[in-house]
């Protein structure tokens, strides 16, 4: 059994609670403000689930997900994540986190600067062009006509492996590593015009290669 630490408890994160949960995945959900504030979503999401402050969280997860914006002031629980799967579902968007010019003028992307945060960790970009309310209604069985697809960029091939996920959820995976690639899925890009209805895993990798 997996234990799955699902670091932010927004849009994103209580989506994929949810989903890992009715996966059969066991979850340790934070967020900024403490277990006290997540005593709602950890009823709703039922014995497969508990709260727990970030620490607390990351280190019982045998892989965390990062589910909020990149702040480059952030102090995350590196040591508790050391040697763990980090899957970040960040989008760089400036008009929320401000710009950051080495992002901007393609030197890094803003995945790479989440990997510099987290040295000792995989960090996996994934999750990050499906809106979390249509996580549900867009996925699909493994061999549906009508199966779409989603991104992982990693530098380390452990951490695009756990998108597996992707597959137990309802999408396949379009491996566009390494991190140093992912801007190819960024807002703005060609494949992101399909971020809210999703596209299958042909059209997806030929609009990547258009960015
Ligand atoms: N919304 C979507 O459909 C969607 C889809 C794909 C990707 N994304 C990306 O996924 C990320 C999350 O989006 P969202 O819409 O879920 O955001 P959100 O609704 O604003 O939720 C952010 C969550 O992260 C928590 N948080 C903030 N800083 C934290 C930290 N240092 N450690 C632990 N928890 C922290 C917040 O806790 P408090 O409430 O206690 O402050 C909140 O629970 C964003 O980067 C976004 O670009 C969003």
């Known amino acids: 059994m997996t234990t799955i630490a699902v670091l932010g408890a927004g849009e994103v994160g209580r989506q994929l609670a949810r989903a890992f949960v009715s996966l059969g995945y066991d979850v340790v959900v934070a967020n900024s403000r403490g277990p006290a504030t997540l005593t709602g979503l950890v009823h709703e999401l039922g014995p497969r689930a508990r709260a727990a402050s970030v620490s607390e969280a990351a280190a019982a997860g045998d892989l965390a997900v990062l589910a909020f914006p990149y702040r480059p002031d952030h102090e995350h629980p590196a040591a508790e994540l050391a040697g763990k799967v980090v899957l970040d579902t960040n989008n ?51 061999g549906a006509p009508d199966r ?48 809210v209805f999703g596209q299958d895993r042909d059209l997806l990798v030929r609009n990547l290669a258009r960015a």
């Open 148 to 195: 779409r697809a989603l991104v992982a960029s990693s530098d380390h091939p452990e951490a695009v492996a756990v998108t597996r996920l992707y597959d137990e959820i309802g999408f396949d995976t379009v491996d566009n590593s390494p991190l140093s690639e992912s801007w190819r899925s960024s807002p703005g890009t060609p494949m992101w015009e399909h971020h």
């Open 92 to 142: 760089y968007m400036a008009w929320r986190d401000g710009h950051f010019p080495d992002v901007d003028s393609g030197v890094v992307t803003v995945h790479e600067l989440r990997q510099r945060q987290l040295p000792a960790s995989k960090v996996a970009k994934a999750f990050t062009h499906v809106q979390a309310p249509r996580l549900f209604g867009l996925s699909r069985p493994a």
